[in-house]
């Protein structure tokens, strides 16, 4: 049950993500991944705040549900390659790793500790 | 009497997955992902401040997946819907970003220094050697 539900909310989340990212990202005129960029911390805050809230009914798990579809790894690590990487990182590689990952630990700590 | 002609069905007008609007190519992919996800993730349950080995090779397995995909999708003649369907619906939700940055908080606040800045290292550098190593077998034979 919690599989179906995951997924059906999932589902909806990678919509969102579709919709969201590019949005963001043709409002903008840097080349930096900042689409990703914003669906994974809107993801991650979004998460903390669950987590945070969380019972552990479904109704939780259909809302982390929709945070797994919303953001997303495997993107990341690819655009961050496109940003340079193979053989000598380049900055904007390195600061494209550096700041989503600290600010997505950051809202994370933020949204749990809002709702918890 | 002359045998009636059944008339030749243009390709350009016959009806196929390609014909799928863009929303439901990404919903479509990302209920699988999420569902793949979902179900590693009741296989291989991971206690709440232990190491996340599970999301982590869950993301690693992505990330060389979509390398893969990309690298492959460049030299065959691929039609959007499948960028959107497996790239974006269904890889993209397979991984994911919210719960590893939600791991790593909760190892923090358990004071796991080690643990954290293992999962912190190992997702983002073999993240990108998983990608980098999939693009390369996307690329053999090309």
């Known amino acids: 049950m919690t599989v179906f539900v995951a997924a059906l909310t999932g589902s909806v989340g990678a919509l969102a ?63 961050t390659i496109g940003l340079g990487i193979v053989p000598k990182p380049s900055f904007r590689a390195v600061a494209n790793l550096l700041i989503v990952a600290t600010l997505g630990v950051a809202l994370a700590a933020l949204g749990y500790h809002i709702t918890n | 009497m002359p045998a009636r002609s059944t008339p030749v069905p243009r390709r ?23 569902a793949a996800r979902a179900a590693v993730g009741a296989a291989f349950p991971v206690a ?35 960028l959107r369907f497996w790239a974006i619906g269904a890889l993209g939700s397979f991984t994911t970003f919210s719960t590893f940055s939600v791991e790593v908080f909760r190892l923090l606040d358990r004071q796991a220094w080690a643990s954290a800045c293992g999962y912190v290292l190992a997702s983002i550098l073999f993240g ?15």
Request: zero cysteines; glycine letters at 16%; a positive charge.
């Open chain 2, 48 to 82: 709440v401040g232990a190491f996340p080995a599970t999301t982590l090779l869950v993301n690693l397995a992505g990330s060389l997946l979509l390398g893969l995909f990309l690298a492959r999708r460049q030299r065959a003649v691929t039609r959007r819907w499948s």
């Open chain 2, 12 to 34: 350009s007008r016959r009806r196929s997955v390609q014909d799928l609007p863009a929303p439901l190519a990404v919903l479509g992919g990302g209920l699988i992902g999420s």
């Open chain 1, 17 to 79: 993500r579709y919709l969201l990212s590019g949005a963001i990202q043709n409002r903008s005129r840097t080349t930096l991944p900042i689409g990703t960029a914003g669906v994974n911390l809107l993801g991650a805050l979004l998460l903390g705040l669950i987590v945070g809230a969380s019972d552990g009914s479904l109704l939780w798990t259909a809302a982390a549900g929709f945070t797994g579809g919303l953001s997303t790894f495997s993107t990341w690590m690819v655009e």
């Open chain 2, 128 to 142: 990108l050697g998983a990608a980098v190593i999939g693009q390369r077998l996307g690329r053999v034979g090309r």
